[in-house]
Each structure stands twice: as C-alpha cells, then as structure tokens.
C-alpha cells in the first residue's frame, strides 16, 4: 500500500508542474507528462508482442511537434500582452495633446475655434467646409486652398460655447461629393475597454473614440 501511495504522491506532482501560470499546459509540463506515458507504456507492453521501436521515434517526434508549438503559442500571448501594455503606455503621453477624429459634431464648454481637416483621395476642383450651429443656422463657409491629393486642414476661428456641426464637400469632376471631416480636440484622459487592446480617448468635445480610430496628431501640439 505504501509504494502505491508513494506513486499518487509522485504523479500529484507531476500534474501540478504541467500547469503554467496562465492556466496552459507547459512545455516542461508537456515534456513530463508525455515521459511518464512513455514510461507506463514500455512498463506494461505485452513482453511476447513488444512494441516496435520505430513507434516510439514516431512517438518522440509528435511530441516535439507538439512541444514546440506549445511553447510557441506561449511566448506570442506574452508578446501580445507586452505589446499591449506597451500600446496603453504610449497612448498615455497623449494625455493633453491636440488629436483629429472622424466626427462632424462638437460640443465647446467655453469660447474657442473649430479645426480640423479633410482628406482627399483623388485631386478635386475645390473644396467647401461650413460650419453650422446647434440650431441650424450657417456660421461660417471656407474654402480651402487646394494643393492635390493629402490632407487639408481647416480652421473656424473663435465661436461660443455651445453644440456645432461641420460639413464638407469637394467639387470633383463638377459633381459636389461629400467628404468624411476629422475634428481636432484635446485628449483628456486614456482609458482601457473591456478588451485589453481596446483603448478609449476621452477627447474634448468630441466625446470617446478608439486609439485606433484616431487619425494623426492634430498639428500645433498641445493646446
């Protein structure tokens, strides 16, 4: 009874050593586990109709396989959370920085210009950008210098507080085609979703986006 109490005890052991921190197989978990089946395997083979010893090579190498892809899976889900954490890091330096996300509606607290930009995929005879209040009512129309395909950026200078909306077309082709506007904020704080690699920016005005979502550092820096 001892000597079977013994080997429960050894093989505790061993399972608890197939566990990783992360809830996953180890590789030298792997590696311990395919040895004690090899072990019981050889122990318990019919002596008259031994095995052959190709299906052991065999054996061996499916579990190198095995192994080093368990070993592989490993080191990408720590590489993807250094990453991660690495992509929260970096997005926290943008914390009072001026950024552009697509939205075409913003909301000032208190007196300050509207900026933003525009992007063009093909060349356009002009560019037109209006901005209108929370009412409806056109504030102002501006239109941009135009130098090709790129970006154009815009700015309506000192408004009220209050809620704004911005249009913007091009004339292409004397057919006016509706484009896609980039408003400028500043981010006030960083967030982390509910997915670790979703990252919000609390921007000023313009509400929550993604850090993906953000299009480029408004140009002018801080605000």
Do not use: C, W
Request: proline share 3%.
């Amino acid at each position: 009874m001892s000597a079977i109490s013994g080997l429960g005890a050894g093989n505790t052991t061993a399972n608890n050593n197939t566990i990783a921190p992360n809830g996953a197989t180890s590789a030298e978990g792997l590696s311990t586990m395919f040895l004690d089946l090899l072990v019981a395997q050889i122990s318990h083979q019919n002596p008259l109709d031994p095995m052959d010893g190709t299906q052991y090579v065999s054996q061996l190498a499916e579990f190198a396989n095995v192994e080093s892809l368990q070993s592989l899976k490993i080191d990408s889900g720590k590489n993807l959370e250094l990453q991660a954490s690495q992509q929260a890091l970096q997005a926290t330096a943008l914390i009072g920085k001026q950024v552009d996300v697509a939205a075409d509606t913003i909301l000032l607290e208190q007196a300050a210009p509207v900026k933003g930009a525009v992007n063009l995929g093909v060349e356009a005879q002009s560019v037109t950008v209006r901005l209108y209040n929370a009412q409806g009512q056109l504030m102002e129309q501006q239109e941009l210098p135009f130098t090709g395909v790129g970006t154009l950026r815009f700015a309506f200078e000192q408004q009220e507080a209050g809620g704004y909306y911005v249009q913007a077309d091009a004339n292409i082709n004397g057919k006016p085609q509706p484009l896609t506007t980039l408003l400028s904020g500043e981010v006030e704080r960083v967030s982390v979703g509910s997915n670790k690699d979703d990252i919000i920016l609390q921007v000023n005005g313009l509400g929550n986006h993604a850090l993906l979502d953000t299009n480029q550092l408004a140009f002018g820096g801080n605000s």
